[in-house]
């Protein structure tokens, strides 16, 4: 067996590893500085040690380790490779926490070498937005855009962002150390790819040229909570109701738009009870395009129509836009170059789209980003059934430890 194939045995039984480490018994879900978090950041300080490299967690919880330059010298420039260690619930084992766990691994392959840059692994805190509807928490505070408002929003038990920091025994006045300098070269993420395109093109790795938008907005319909069985049909103020037709109509207008996906992915009414009309519905809604304007066109088009359902039936609806992320391009230079490191390994690379959202973009506004994917058996992601191959990993691997020699050797990288 090759050294990358032991490498990718070992990393496929870490992510395992770290799937034990969670807030539900039974099933995998890990937020944003949980408890589950300081018991995984302390299992990865255990790999850490035979590297010689400085393991630090910072304001934003992120799990920072520094692997430095041939030279030593302070300040030396950088390169960042990373993914989030935070999970939706019932989550798989891989999901970001495989591109953590991969680039300690490349890390571990690199260790003789003698490379002009330092290379910092970062596990991030928060890419999900499970625990406040906002996500990037860690990747936002290495680009310096936490701001007020953010650290502000609350989670359901009422606890802010900025109280979750100062439980986890961190210092939110020490966020602005977070951010990214000015000797940061780039940053390069690997991730499943989520979804069964690689499969389908039969393709273990490929390249992402661009991550589409997002839009994450919350609806409220709200109408007269009343008895079900003493209330006739057409007297009715229902705001499940009213919710319903306007997740039809979501399904029809994306649908009918190419390229277009949009979710509503959680819903609660309230009161909640079996024979009780429901007085208010709070539902997401989940847009992504790859052409700004397109998205944006459609959200405006959904909350047209849930303002038209409510005015028909008698009901008043508001919403709240979460996020409004624009599509992202990743840097035609590392693309090129993971291109390169690809067809190295004996494979030909495969150029996509995400339309996933990842760290990379929030990292690319910031400096050149790259983002590469690993095939996902059976395109499953954000569920137990997630899984990868060991000769995919082992792949990644190799590219990895490829990429990085070439760019140690690129002087256009290092301008």
Not at 188 to 216: C, D, K, N, T, Y
Not at 279 to 293: F, I, Y
Not at 317 to 342: G, T, W
């Amino acid at each position: 067996m090759c050294d990358t194939e032991t490498l990718a045995d070992q990393i496929i039984a870490r992510c395992q590893r770290l799937a034990r480490f969670s807030e539900d018994e039974g099933s995998i879900r890990r937020t944003f500085l949980c408890p589950a978090m300081r018991e995984c950041h302390r299992e990865i300080g255990k790999w850490i040690t035979p590297l010689g490299a400085e393991t630090t967690v910072d304001a934003a919880g992120n799990l920072r380790i520094v692997c430095p330059a041939a030279n030593a010298a302070t300040g030396s420039p950088r390169l960042l490779i990373g993914s989030h260690l935070d999970t939706v619930p019932n989550a798989g084992a891989y999901d970001g926490i495989l591109g953590v766990v991969l680039a300690i691994a490349i890390v571990s392959a690199l260790k003789y070498r003698q490379l002009p840059f330092a290379i910092e692994v970062i596990g991030f805190s928060e890419e999900e937005g499970v625990r406040f509807g906002t996500p990037f928490i860690g990747s936002r505070a290495l680009a310096g855009s936490l701001n007020e408002e953010l650290l502000n929003r609350q989670d359901a038990q009422g606890i802010s962002i900025r109280q979750a920091i100062v439980d986890f025994g961190l210092n939110p006045a020490g966020l602005s150390q977070a951010k990214v300098n000015q000797n940061t070269l780039g940053y390069l993420e690997f991730h499943i790819e989520q979804g069964p395109v690689l499969e389908h093109a039969g393709h273990p790795l490929g390249v992402v040229e661009a991550i589409v938008g997002q839009s994450r907005l919350e609806f409220t319909f709200t109408g007269h909570a009343n008895h079900a069985g003493t209330t006739p049909m057409n007297l009715r103020y229902d705001s499940l109701a009213a919710a319903a037709e306007w997740i039809a109509a979501i399904e029809r207008g994306a649908q009918n738009t190419l390229g277009l996906v949009a979710t509503v992915g959680a819903i609660e009414a309230k009161p909640g009870a079996v024979n009780v009309i429901a007085r208010e519905t709070k539902l997401s809604l989940d847009v992504r395009h790859a052409n700004d304007d397109t998205r944006r066109s459609a959200v405006q088009h959904f909350r047209s129509q849930a303002e038209e359902i409510a005015k028909r039936r008698g009901l008043k609806v508001r919403s709240n836009e979460r996020m409004d992320q624009p599509a992202v391009s990743m840097d035609p230079f590392l693309v090129q170059q993971v291109e390169e490191a690809i067809r190295a390994t004996g494979c030909e690379p495969y150029r996509m789209v995400s339309g996933a959202g990842h760290d990379a973009m929030i990292m690319a506004g910031n400096v050149p980003s790259a983002l590469i994917f690993l095939r996902s058996p059976g395109g499953i992601s954000h569920d137990p059934a997630e899984s990868v191959d060991v000769g995919d990993v082992a792949k990644a691997i190799d590219c990895g430890v490829r990429l990085i020699e070439q760019l140690a050797a690129s002087s256009e990288f290092q301008s």
